[in-house]
């Protein structure tokens, strides 16, 4: 089974690439094959058009808060808004996420999904620091127009499968709090270490008993994985573990429990599955 991972950014270029790292599952193992570089959206609607069967954990929020949805008065239904997102401008977008902050009072100016509060993530509507608000604008209405399956958002049965991902709740398992990646800063020892500590962890029969995956991958890849500062393709490779994790749970909702809003969207991965 061919699995991907995508690192994603709201604003790709030659500096800041989408990174789509590329698997095959076969049993238990989860083999590293490939990756590629996606400069901009059409590389990145023209990866999502590929022949299934294919199974792809991406780094974004596919949906927004409920309440935020009856505060802005937009379609409960996800197509439904997604579809009207996608038809705004950014700029009003934006403006309507500010405004209805504005309304809130301090220190509760964010809306949270259930997956969000569970995850430790920030909140879907977050437009600054890591502005996954601006990813979902620029991601959900791909996703409704390429005609994928998004789980559990839109389960019309295609091959091609979209699960949402957030490679920070894989890392925490091996790393804690501890950063691994350069963000802005330089990148330090330290962080080299935490990179090499989190891959071996992957490699590890840890990954194993979570997530039911051995992680093979040649030397290469190793040192790609540790060697980049930014921890674009490693942290594709975490958002890869997830989709694997979802695909052998396929049969399970892919690992969606119950209590989930589909409308609201969830990230793929068992430790939200413990409360």
Known sequence: M????????????????????GCTLSGDSLRVEDSETLTDFGGFEDFLQRRGPWVCGMDFPF??????????????????????????????????????????????KWRYRLADRRSGSSSAMMLFRVP???MFYQGAPRLLASGVRVEPCRRNG???????AYP??????????????????????ERRSA????????????????????????????EEFVGDPSADALDSLLCAVQAA???????????????CDPDEGWILDPALLDD
Do not use: H
């Not at 699995?3 to 500096?15: E, K, L, M, Y």
């Open 2 to 21: 061919r699995i991907n991972g995508v690192d994603f950014t709201s604003a790709p270029g030659r500096r800041k690439p989408l990174i789509v790292l």
């Open 63 to 108: 949906g927004q808060p409920r309440s935020l949805l009856s505060a802005l008065g937009w379609s409960e239904k996800w197509e439904g808004y997604v579809g009207e997102v996608g038809r705004l401008p950014k700029e009003e977008f934006e403006e309507r996420i500010r405004a209805d902050m504005a309304k809130r009072p301090a220190g509760s």
């Open 132 to 134: 996954v608000g601006k």
């Open 158 to 164: 295609d091959a091609r499968v979209a699960v949402e």
């Open 168 to 189: 920070a709740v894989v890392a925490r398992r091996f790393l804690g709090r501890t950063a691994y990646k350069r963000d802005a800063a330089p990148d330090t020892p």
């Open 195 to 222: 990179r090499q500590k989190l891959l071996a962890g992957l490699e590890s029969a840890v990954l194993s008993n979570i997530y039911g995956l051995k992680l093979e991958m040649d030397a290469r890849w190793r």
């Open 245 to 259: 994790w979802a695909y052998e749970k396929r049969d399970e909702n892919y690992g969606v429990p119950p209590e």
